[in-house]
């Protein structure tokens, strides 16, 4: 990978942009983001692409250019900022004219009282009628996962605090799901998030999530997420519909036939061999949710 130095200054704010092909609309953004005059450095992580968003960029004194020898995916480049970041605090938000800069300041200032604030998309913005749809979805697994409201679980425009940040990175995917597990793990943590009603803008060109692919990714990262931070809201469902319908059986074939359902006896010992399997990991996940505290607290001081 290939970066330009920065000043020794350290800012207020990070601001982590990804950007493959988006040598059409990024300097507009750019050009949007310094006219706010903010304390802050601009991060672009260039993931490999091959329309020459690099090459311009690299004219441009007031960023830091970081590039990926070749496509990596767009968490990955998130993950690459977040890791090159000395800002305070971490803003990440698209190259592709998706996220109006005139937003930023709406975030930072309610970041104050929050962990995380997250741009959340109104029905005002330009999007597809099934996306509207999945993201509904997506909505309401999440918040059942977090036992909180989730008003817009993949938007990816979102500032948080740098430590914080840098303590999950691990974590984020490489593909574009990486707000997907920053959300449910800010939630599940005990951090604050709230959000910030935007308007998103139709963006320039194609885009490059590419709906069944992504889309059953986004779920599965939901349950990998989940199942990391509280494990029986996934085994306890999963081990409730193998030991009730198995159990019912069982006690209607004792009633009526007076004999015992072998298969219904394997259905309620799958049960709860799923049900054991999701309180082991339930500690697990409180060791390492400790473990992660104790880190940021160690960060942060």
Do not use: C, W
Not at 192 to 221: H, Q
């Amino acid at each position: 990978m290939q970066g330009l130095s920065a000043s020794p200054e350290v800012p207020h704010v990070s601001i982590i942009i990804p950007a493959f092909n988006e040598a059409q609309v990024i300097g507009r953004v750019l050009d949007e983001i310094e006219a706010l005059g903010l304390d802050a450095e601009i991060i672009v992580v260039d993931d490999g692409s091959t329309d020459g968003t690099g090459d311009l960029l690299g004219s441009r004194a007031s960023i830091r250019l970081i590039q990926h020898p070749y496509n990596i995916g767009n968490g990955a480049a998130i993950k690459t900022g977040i890791r090159a970041a000395r800002g305070r605090v971490i803003l990440m938000m698209d190259g592709d004219g998706q996220h109006q800069p005139a937003d930023i300041p709406r975030l930072l200032e309610k970041l104050g009282r929050y962990d995380m604030v997250v741009g959340a998309r109104t029905t005002a913005s330009d999007a597809a009628m099934h996306r509207t749809l999945a993201n509904r979805i997506y909505n309401a697994f999440a918040s059942y996962i977090v036992d909180q409201r989730v008003e817009d679980l993949t938007s990816g425009f979102r500032a948080l605090k740098g430590p914080i940040a840098k303590s999950f990175v691990y974590l984020l995917p490489n593909g574009f799901s990486y707000p997907t597990t920053l959300t449910i793990a800010l939630f599940r943590a005990g951090y604050g998030v709230a959000y910030e009603p935007i308007v998103a803008p139709a963006r320039k060109g194609r885009s490059k999530i590419r709906l069944l692919r992504d889309g059953i990714g986004f779920l599965l990262t939901i349950l990998r997420i989940g199942t990391l931070f509280v494990p029986m809201k996934v085994f306890l469902p999963a081990a409730a519909a193998l030991i009730l319908p198995g159990g019912a059986y069982i006690i209607y074939r004792l009633v009526e036939a007076h004999r015992f359902s072998g298969f219904a006896g394997l259905l309620v010992i799958a049960g709860l061999v799923l049900f054991m399997m999701g309180l082991i990991s339930e500690q697990i996940a409180l060791l390492r949710m400790a473990q992660a505290n104790q880190f940021t607290d160690t960060t942060e001081r």
